[in-house]
T-cell receptor, first 111, second 113 residues
Framework: GQQVMQIPQYQHVQEGEDFTTYCNSS?????IQWYKQRPGGHPVFLIQ?????EVKKQKRLTFQFGEAKKNSSLHITATQTTDVGTYFC???????????FGQGTTLQVKP | KAGVTQTPRYLIKTRGQQVTLSCSPI?????VSWYQQTPGQGLQFLFE???????NKGNFPGRFSGRQFSNSRSEMNVSTLELGDSALYLC????????????FGPGTRLLVL
């Protein structure tokens, strides 16, 4: 079945360092969404990408959707302690319409 | 606008029992999806309901079932509970479901002993 792989699983960074998480799908996606889950909380929507090659920015966060609409990335510039949490990508299958979540990348930021 | 609400927030059951979890979506949202979240497996899609019809289903055994009511509220039921069913069960709603963002509720944390 369709899979969405996300790497790395964990990342520890020093405050001020950059961070990137990558998402790869086995099938073409109609869109991809990114969510952030703080420890003890629930996933909160960050952004949705729909177009091939799309790049969107939210302050220090940069999101990309691959040309083939099979991969995506989230890059955080100059991490802060408030960035701590687990970042999930979620791809919507072009075929089935199902929203499949990646395993998530848990980010720890050392002050 | 009130967010997605889930009840109960915490639940302890024993093996073999059954459980029903409830989800009230954001007003005006017609799509409700359910997910199981465990440390080892991440977020696993259970099913999606739209206008009282199951639109999509994940790869879970038949012990997991759900339904949606005419007011868009949804319930999921797990029968014959197993230890491995211990997890955080998250409900998410959206207006139409297909291309829109999902708004998650706080979840129901189920512990099976």
């Amino acid at each position: 079945g369709q899979q969405v792989m996300q790497i790395p699983q964990y990342q520890h960074v020093q405050e001020g360092e950059d961070f990137t998480t990558y998402c790869n799908s086995s099938t073409t996606l109609s869109n991809i969404q990114w969510y952030k889950q703080r420890p003890g909380g629930h996933p909160v929507f960050l952004i949705q990408l729909v177009k091939s090659g799309e790049v969107k920015k939210q302050k220090r966060l940069t999101f990309q959707f691959g040309e083939a609409k099979k991969n995506s990335s989230l890059h955080i510039t100059a991490t802060q302690t408030t960035d701590v949490g687990t970042y999930f990508c979620a791809g919507r299958s072009s075929n089935t319409g199902k929203l499949i979540f990646g395993q998530g990348t848990t980010l720890q930021v050392k002050p | 606008k009130a967010g997605v609400t889930q009840t109960p927030r915490y639940l302890i059951k024993t093996r073999g029992q059954q459980v029903t979890l409830s989800c009230s979506p954001i007003s005006g949202h017609r799509s409700v999806s359910w997910y199981q979240q465990t440390p080892g497996q991440g977020l696993q899609f259970l099913f999606e309901y739209f206008s009282e019809t199951q639109r999509n289903k994940g790869n879970f055994p038949g012990r997991f079932s759900g339904r949606q009511f005419s007011n868009s509220r949804s319930e999921m039921n797990v029968s014959t509970l197993e230890l491995g069913d211990s997890a955080l069960y998250l409900c998410a709603s959206s207006r139409e479901g297909r291309v829109e963002t999902q708004y998650f509720g706080p979840g129901t944390r189920l512990l099976v002993l």
